[in-house]
């Protein structure tokens, strides 16, 4: 919980917050940095980065202490995941899955035994995906296919789940299958997977228009058992689980917008003085001094809109109007300032060598996954309207 008085702007953080940030900020500039092309053209993470985001505590950050996690807050997961991508939004995303997903659901939902075999893990060296996708079921979540059939004491996964991030990387999944498909959505249960677990395998790789260090595969679930002390929560609660995990993912995505615009708009800035046209510096021109304001206005209020989704979220508030606010309005911001930053950067912009194609490129997922802007609009109309 934040130490400040209850009347602080929202921006301002307390100083563990301040720390930590700056801490991430100085890692993403100067170890990730370096490795953002290569792994986006190798459509793969380097390995040793990994490693350096458990060291850092950064893919445990809500972990309690006695799991060996970095006993943060809610709030830190949001700068950690806004402040790396603006260096890389692929590295970003790898822990915001870990973290607001993945790691959130275990806390909230997990057993005692549970906790005492993963958190530990997860705070260590365990990745983790959270697989709800399929071919025929993604903004129509609850439509999934995927069954969960119970033999014995055991459950039995037959199924596809598709687009799941992380699935590379990851060692533990968190699967949603249906228990009775008659059942509609209270049939639907979550369950924890390892990888390597029989009749379990990780399926086709997409090739991405962005993000293209984070893996997106398929899982293939052919006669998978699964002990039922693996189910997550409980039978038939996996849409509960489901549904509050993504409310809370959502203002993730959006620090992850957030944090793109910043990284476009630095390098924007930065080329716009040192560039020299028509005997001056480019941001000597008011033309482009409105445009980098301009930018740099939806990118103060997109930062306020997510940091305040996630102060209302850590104090207890109601926040999915907020989040679903967040996550649409930053998406749109992200897309728009980098749009603007290769426009900025003119030719060069348009090339590899430069950073900010790239962004443009990431920007786009903003608007898909955790819920397309389509899908926010419509919690949004919902929650304000009264609709059911
Ligand atoms: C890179 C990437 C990573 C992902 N990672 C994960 C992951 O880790 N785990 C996971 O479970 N999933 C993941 N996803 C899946 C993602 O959440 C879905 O792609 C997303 O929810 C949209 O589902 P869909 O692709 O089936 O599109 P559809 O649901 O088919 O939507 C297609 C279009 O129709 C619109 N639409 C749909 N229904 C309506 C409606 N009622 N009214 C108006 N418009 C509508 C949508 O807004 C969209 O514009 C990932 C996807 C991508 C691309």
Same mark, same amino acid.
């Given at each position: 919980?934040?130490?400040?008085?209850?009347?602080?702007?929202?921006?301002?953080?307390?100083?563990?917050?301040?720390?930590?940030?700056?801490?991430?900020?100085?890692?993403?500039?100067?170890?990730?940095?370096?490795?953002?092309?290569?792994?986006?053209?190798?459509?793969?993470?380097?390995? =040793? !980065?990994?490693?350096? @985001?458990? /060291?850092? *505590?950064?893919? %445990?950050?809500? #972990?309690?202490? &006695?799991?060996?996690?970095?006993?943060?807050?809610?709030?830190?997961?949001?700068?950690?995941?806004?402040?790396?991508?603006?260096?890389?939004?692929?590295?970003?995303?790898?822990?915001?899955?870990?973290?607001?997903?993945?790691?959130?659901?275990?806390?909230?939902?997990?057993?005692?035994?549970?906790?005492?075999?993963?958190?530990?893990?997860?705070?260590?060296?365990?990745?983790?995906?959270?697989?709800?996708?399929?071919?025929?079921?993604?903004?129509?979540?609850?439509?999934?296919?995927?069954?969960?059939?119970?033999?014995?004491?055991?459950?039995?996964?037959?199924?596809?789940?598709?687009?799941?991030?992380?699935?590379?990387?990851?060692?533990?999944?968190?699967?949603?299958?249906?228990?009775?498909?008659?059942?509609?959505?209270? =049939? !639907?249960?979550?369950? @924890?997977? /390892?990888? *390597?677990?029989? %009749?379990?395998? #990780?399926?086709? &790789?997409?090739?991405?228009?962005?993000?293209?260090?984070?893996?997106?595969?398929?899982?293939?679930?052919?006669?998978?058992?699964?002990?039922?002390?693996?189910?997550?929560?409980?039978?038939?609660?996996?849409?509960?689980?489901?549904?509050?995990?993504?409310?809370?993912?959502?203002?993730?995505?959006?620090?992850?917008?957030?944090?793109?615009?910043?990284?476009?708009?630095?390098?924007?800035?930065?080329?716009?003085?040192?560039?020299?046209?028509?005997?001056?510096?480019?941001?000597?021109?008011?033309?482009?001094?409105?445009?980098?304001?301009?930018?740099?206005?939806?990118?103060?209020?997109?930062?306020?809109?997510?940091?305040?989704?996630?102060?209302?979220?850590?104090?207890?508030?109601?926040?999915?109007?907020?989040?679903?606010?967040?996550?649409?309005?930053?998406?749109?911001?992200?897309?728009?300032?980098?749009?603007?930053?290769?426009?900025?950067?003119?030719?060069?912009?348009?090339?590899?060598?430069?950073?900010?194609?790239?962004?443009?490129?990431?920007?786009?997922?903003?608007?898909?996954?955790?819920?397309?802007?389509?899908?926010?609009?419509?919690?949004?109309?919902?929650?304000?309207?009264?609709?059911?």
């Amino acid at each position: 919980m934040n130490t400040l008085s209850p009347n602080y702007p929202l921006t301002e953080l307390n100083e563990d917050e301040v720390l930590f940030r700056d801490t991430v900020r100085q890692f993403a500039e100067k170890d990730i940095a370096p490795l953002v092309r290569r792994m986006d053209e190798e459509q793969r993470f380097d390995a =040793g !980065i990994i490693r350096r @985001l458990f /060291e850092l *505590g950064l893919m %445990g950050i809500e #972990i309690p202490e &006695k799991y060996n996690g970095s006993a943060g807050t809610f709030f830190d997961a949001i700068l950690a995941v806004e402040s790396l991508s603006a260096v890389d939004p692929s590295i970003a995303v790898l822990v915001d899955v870990q973290n607001t997903l993945v790691v959130n659901a275990l806390l909230h939902w997990a057993t005692d035994a549970q906790k005492d075999r993963y958190l530990p893990q997860l705070a260590t060296d365990l990745t983790g995906a959270y697989a709800l996708s399929e071919a025929g079921s993604g903004s129509d979540a609850f439509a999934l296919q995927t069954r969960a059939e119970k033999r014995g004491e055991d459950y039995v996964l037959t199924g596809r789940k598709l687009w799941i991030t992380n699935s590379k990387e990851a060692g533990l999944f968190i699967v949603f299958a249906t228990v009775n498909p008659a059942l509609g959505y209270r =049939g !639907i249960t979550a369950f @924890l997977v /390892e990888k *390597g677990a029989p %009749g379990f395998a #990780i399926g086709r &790789k997409e090739d991405k228009l962005g993000i293209r260090a984070s893996s997106t595969c398929e899982l293939i679930f052919d006669g998978c058992l699964v002990p039922a002390t693996q189910v997550l929560g409980e039978i038939g609660k996996g849409y509960k689980i489901a549904i509050e995990t993504l409310n809370e993912g959502r203002i993730g995505i959006g620090a992850q917008m957030v944090g793109l615009a910043e990284g476009a708009w630095a390098h924007a800035a930065k080329y716009a003085k040192e560039r020299k046209q028509f005997g001056k510096a480019l941001v000597e021109f008011q033309a482009m001094q409105f445009q980098l304001a301009e930018m740099a206005t939806e990118i103060e209020a997109a930062r306020l809109m997510v940091y305040n989704a996630a102060r209302l979220k850590e104090a207890g508030l109601p926040f999915r109007k907020e989040a679903a606010m967040c996550k649409y309005f930053a998406s749109q911001v992200a897309e728009r300032v980098a749009s603007l930053a290769v426009e900025v950067l003119g030719g060069v912009g348009f090339v590899r060598d430069y950073p900010v194609e790239k962004l443009y490129r990431d920007a786009k997922i903003g608007k898909i996954y955790e819920g397309t802007s389509f899908m926010q609009l419509s919690v949004i109309a919902r929650l304000m309207l009264d609709l059911r």
